[in-house]
Nanobody, 124 residues
Framework: QVQLVESGGGSVHAGNSLKLSCTYS????????VGWFRQAPGKEREFVAS???????DYADSVKGRVTISRDDVKNTVYLQMNSLKPEDTAVYYC??????????????????WGQGTQVTVSS
């Protein structure tokens, strides 16, 4: 059974950086759009960034300029580089894969395969 596994979360002080990884256990990861979402306690899961199978990227306004999504299809991995972290970035971060060759979207409905999440905690 294919799965997505996130890693790279942790606890940092505000202003620091983290790089999250999302690794796919199946084949042909390059055909999938991939999104990163986050969910803080008591809040809805929200879109952070996405990358299409042709590497078109998109970002939430709240992270634009501080976050970069990229993919290495040889390693079956999508990355989320997060800089200048703020306490409000604290959340569980999830990666998700959508439908083969589909457009990456902002809605959780656009994604059918989800990882288990990795905790990011930013202290002031």
């Amino acid at each position: 059974q294919v799965q997505l596994v996130e890693s790279g979360g942790g606890s940092v002080h505000a202003g620091n950086s983290l790089k999250l990884s999302c690794t796919y256990s199946g084949r042909t990861f390059s055909r999938y759009p991939v999104g990163w979402f986050r969910q803080a306690p008591g809040k809805e899961r929200e879109f952070v960034a996405s990358i299409s199978w042709v590497t078109v990227t998109d970002y939430a306004d709240s992270v634009k300029g501080r976050v970069t999504i990229s993919r290495d299809d040889v390693k079956n991995t999508v990355y989320l580089q997060m800089n200048s972290l703020k306490p409000e970035d604290t959340a569980v971060y999830y990666c998700a894969a959508g439908t083969v060759f589909a457009t990456a979207g902002h809605s959780t409905d656009a994604y059918s395969l989800w990882g288990q999440g990795t905790q990011v905690t930013v202290s002031s």
